[in-house]
């Protein structure tokens, strides 16, 4: 029958037909609505569902046994409407809700008032603690306490969601999420798994609970994350194994997309950072089904050889086999420095481009932010730019700065893969009028800024196991020699050689660590526009305006560095067409003999 709908498409393009097309069009009514409310779905995991619709529906609702969605559930439900002439709808068992109605509005209403009339029977009627009385020790921690756990747990969590294939993440505290994990009767409701299919598809059939209380050490709980995770791999399979037929599409991985730490919150993983997030919404969905269904009755999803025609159906193959191939970067999280301007902006605008998720930081919050929103919107981000970059502000010489910035990267995308450290500044003066706190503020920013980072970072990526790259941008002066420049060059250089002592501690951990050398790059750079470029102008006697062209007749190609061709620079060394390259420095100066690598 799927096939036959391609014989009653109306001209070519568009969606594919749903697999609810036949109950759309089997029903006799001219409207049909298919949804999948919280309330709803509470009375059609309720063990006692089929009671609970004649008790709270009267025969304005009829109850429909659980069956796969399909052709037959189709004639089903036209079978039921048709013996039940004053029905506007009915609840499917285990699955959502169907209404219909004359006309859209009329269905809209009628779907509406399914919906209603349940959440208001389950809030009248249900038990005070559905879901048990509250553990001891397993309420939530304070504000502050539970985001650093968070964050502190992000890289192993990750590591845990991406053995199979590499995931972004989306960390969720909500209060129903932690007064679920707080509760009694959790870890038996969480084994249960999701039951609604648009839930399950998103979440896989259940999560990987932490069964340790609140304020379990952060060293405890990821030794005990590990042994969970052998076990939720296993226990997997071994679901795969009982329900796999024949035809069956191949496994595709055993990795959990729900995490639950008590006290702490979920993290939910997905292959961009959009479908993280929503399958964490879907369990939240899924929380509240089993709070109504328990408050009531007794939480009964469907059984798992459902769950397996429904996850592994040749149908929902095909789906996933129209997917988009994913872009060169997708699935990696990036921390850009000094990104809301210039160099940095241009490396983010890129990288989000070309498929990553990105962290913008800057001194300035505001700026920041505004260079998210607009890097997330030239990467086709129209709404929830934040699925995209997002902004902090970091001051990258203070070394609590640094790791609040990280933090913040692995909360707002569940881990780090890519760090570009960019931020800088740079003060041209001859060597006698360089005072020691020009010298000082040169190499805080720079030499020991880039190490800050470099260093927090790398903790995540070490415990992530993923790999990753970091990419410093020194400059054609930590090779070349130039007047009126000591502070600046020097710290250049200390930058320049931190490529190579990295490259060679972090590669066996798989991290790339790569330097970018440009030269002149004015257009578009903050540096330049402090004041920077005036005194270069000066010091080579040209007018500022001209400082760019200047710069380009100096090289043996004789064009103007952007921006634009740094980013290209950190694109390249951080995508799989160099996979094998570290401990390298690029030129991105149009050519200047005297700053050749030797």
């Known amino acids: 029958m799927v096939a036959a709908f391609d014989y009653c498409l109306h001209g070519k393009g568009g969606a594919a037909p749903s697999i609810d097309t036949a109950m759309h069009g089997l029903v006799d009514a001219a409207h049909v609505d298919h949804l999948h409310p919280d309330s709803g779905i509470a009375i059609a995991t309720a063990a006692d569902g089929e009671q609970l619709t004649a008790e709270i529906f009267?025969?304005?609702?009829?109850?429909?046994?659980?069956?796969?969605?399909?052709?037959?559930?189709?004639?089903?439900?036209?079978?039921?409407?048709?013996?039940?002439?004053?029905?506007?709808?009915?609840?499917?068992?285990?699955?959502?809700?169907?209404?219909?109605?004359?006309?859209?509005?009329?269905?809209?209403?009628?779907?509406?008032?399914?919906?209603?009339?349940?959440?208001?029977?389950?809030?009248?009627?249900?038990?005070?603690?559905?879901?048990?009385?509250?553990?001891?020790?397993?309420?939530?921690?304070?504000?502050?306490?539970?985001?650093?756990?968070?964050?502190?747990?992000?890289?192993?969590?990750?590591?845990?969601?991406?053995?199979?294939?590499?995931?972004?993440?989306?960390?969720?505290?909500?209060?129903?999420?932690?007064?679920?994990?707080?509760?009694?009767?959790?870890?038996?409701?969480?084994?249960?798994?999701?039951?609604?299919?648009?839930?399950?598809?998103?979440?896989?059939?259940?999560?990987l609970v932490l069964d340790l209380p609140a304020d379990a050490s952060v060293e405890d709980s990821i030794a005990r994350l590990k042994e969970l995770h052998e076990s939720y791999r296993a226990d997997y399979q071994g679901y795969y194994d009982r329900n796999a037929a024949a035809g069956s599409p191949a496994i595709r991985g055993a990795d959990p997309a729900i995490i639950l730490i008590p006290g702490v919150g979920m993290f939910s993983y997905g292959k961009n950072k959009q479908t993280a997030r929503v399958a964490g919404e879907f369990y939240l969905n899924a929380i509240n089904v089993m709070r109504g269904a328990e408050g009531l009755s007794t939480y009964a999803p469907i059984d798992e050889a459902e769950k397996f025609r429904i996850e592994y159906w040749a149908l929902e193959e095909a789906k996933l086999q129209r997917m988009p191939k994913p872009k060169p970067l997708a699935t990696r999280i990036a921390l850009v420095t000094g990104a809301a301007s210039g160099i940095g902006k241009a490396i983010a605008t890129r990288l989000a481009a070309e498929g990553a998720c990105v962290v913008i930081a800057d001194l300035d919050a505001e700026k920041a932010q505004a260079a998210a929103a607009e890097v997330a919107r030239a990467a086709g981000a129209s709404k929830n730019t934040a699925d995209v970059a997002v902004g902090i502000a970091a001051n990258v010489t203070d070394e609590d700065?640094?790791?609040?910035?990280?933090?913040?990267?692995?909360?707002?995308?569940?881990?780090?893969?890519?760090?570009?450290?960019?931020?800088?500044?740079?003060?041209?003066?001859?060597?006698?009028?360089?005072?020691?706190?020009?010298?000082?503020?040169?190499?805080?920013?720079?030499?020991?800024?880039?190490?800050?980072?470099?260093?927090?970072?790398?903790?995540?990526?070490?415990?992530?196991?993923?790999?990753?790259?970091?990419?410093?941008?020194?400059?054609?002066?930590?090779?070349?020699?130039?007047?009126?420049?000591?502070?600046?060059?020097?710290?250049?250089?200390?930058?320049a050689h931190q490529v190579r002592l990295l490259a060679a501690e972090l590669g066996e951990h798989g991290v790339k660590v790569n330097g970018i050398n440009p030269d002149g790059v004015v257009r578009g750079s903050g540096i330049f526009a402090g004041g920077w470029g005036a005194k270069r102008a000066a010091v080579y006697g040209v007018?500022?305006?001209?400082?760019?062209?200047?710069?380009?007749?100096?090289?043996?190609?004789?064009?103007?560095?952007?921006?634009?061709?740094?980013?290209?620079?950190?694109?390249?060394?951080?995508?799989?067409?160099?996979?094998?390259?570290?401990?390298?420095?690029?030129?991105?100066?149009?050519?200047?003999?005297?700053?050749?690598?030797?």
């Not at 013996?83 to 209403?109: F, K, M, R, V, Y």
């Not at 090779?479 to 250089?493: H, L, Q, V």
Request: aromatic residues 6%; hydrophobic residues 45%.
């Open 58 to 207: 009267g025969d304005n609702v009829v109850w429909v046994p659980w069956r796969r969605p399909g052709f037959q559930l189709g004639l089903d439900i036209a079978a039921i409407k048709a013996a039940n002439p004053q029905s506007i709808g009915c609840i499917l068992g285990g699955h959502g809700i169907t209404a219909w109605g004359d006309t859209s509005a009329e269905t809209e209403a009628n779907s509406l008032w399914i919906i209603d009339t349940a959440a208001a029977y389950i809030a009248e009627h249900s038990k005070t603690e559905p879901f048990g009385p509250a553990l001891d020790g397993y309420g939530a921690l304070p504000e502050a306490e539970r985001h650093a756990k968070a964050a502190a747990l992000a890289a192993t969590l990750r590591s845990i969601a991406s053995a199979d294939a590499p995931m972004v993440g989306h960390y969720n505290d909500d209060e129903r999420v932690l007064e679920f994990l707080a509760s009694a009767e959790h870890p038996r409701l969480a084994a249960l798994g999701t039951s609604c299919p648009d839930h399950f598809l998103r979440t896989k059939v259940k999560p």
């Open 401 to 495: 700065a640094v790791q609040a910035a990280v933090d913040a990267t692995v909360l707002a995308f569940g881990g780090l893969d890519i760090v570009i450290n960019n931020a800088g500044l740079s003060l041209s003066k001859a060597l006698l009028d360089t005072t020691v706190a020009d010298w000082d503020l040169q190499h805080n920013v720079m030499a020991k800024g880039s190490f800050l980072v470099s260093r927090a970072a790398a903790k995540v990526l070490i415990e992530q196991g993923l790999g990753g790259d970091i990419v410093y941008i020194s400059s054609k002066n930590s090779i070349f020699a130039g007047p009126n420049n000591i502070a600046y060059s020097a710290t250049k250089a200390d930058q």
């Open 543 to 598: 007018a500022e305006e001209d400082l760019g062209k200047y710069y380009a007749q100096r090289t043996l190609l004789k064009r103007e560095v952007l921006p634009e061709h740094v980013a290209n620079a950190v694109f390249v060394l951080c995508s799989a067409d160099l996979s094998h390259t570290t401990g390298l420095h690029v030129p991105v100066d149009a050519g200047v003999a005297a700053a050749f690598l030797r």
